[in-house]
């Protein structure tokens, strides 16, 4: 590549830019890179024609034919497309309603099961408290009458 007349450079610059060239020949182009920085400038510009190269063309239009054929196909497309999307559609409803009636049921299952658990608590909690003052009276009156039946010594 060190051998090469600069028409020739030129153009193996302009593959590198556009990415026509072989993995060796692209690490030739680096090497030379390497060596020769104003090369990098010259790489820079062909980038910069070659990204304004498609705003330089002039606009084509498809003939009637091709066109005809692009917007059938397009139809077609969209034609399936939306089969799919109704078929999704009344799918995802029926789901949803089974899902949300299943949900309402469990949903409803737990709450009377909390209340219920709720309901139990607070009436043992009452029937503790109940058995609470009876054993405290019990044993109220258990100690009067034992102190009032107790043998009493005079000494």
């Known amino acids: 590549m060190n051998s090469q007349n600069p028409e020739e450079l030129e153009k193996q610059i302009a593959d590198y830019v ?4 072989t993995t060796e020949e692209v690490a030739e182009i680096d090497q030379v890179l390497a060596l ?15 990204s ?16 005809s054929q692009i917007l059938e196909s ?3 497309q969209n034609l399936q497309s939306v089969k799919t999307e109704q078929n999704i559609q009344t799918v995802i409803p029926e789901t949803a309603k089974k899902f949300s009636n299943i949900t309402y049921l ?7 099961l909390l209340i219920g658990v709720g309901f139990d608590s ?9 058995a609470q003052a009876e ?3 019990y ?8 102190y009032s039946n107790s043998p009493t010594t005079d000494y």
């Open 36 to 50: 020769n920085s104003e090369l990098l400038i010259e790489i820079a510009q062909f980038q910069q024609v070659f």
């Open 106 to 112: 469990i949903g409803a299952l737990i709450t009377a």
């Open 52 to 67: 304004l190269l498609p705003l330089a063309l002039p606009a084509t239009y498809p003939s009637s034919q091709l066109r």
């Open 122 to 130: 607070y009436r043992t909690k009452q029937q503790l408290a109940i």
């Open 135 to 137: 054993l405290l009276n």
């Open 139 to 146: 044993l109220a009156m258990n100690r009067r009458f034992i």
């Open 18 to 21: 556009l990415g026509d060239l």
């Open 74 to 76: 397009f139809n077609q």
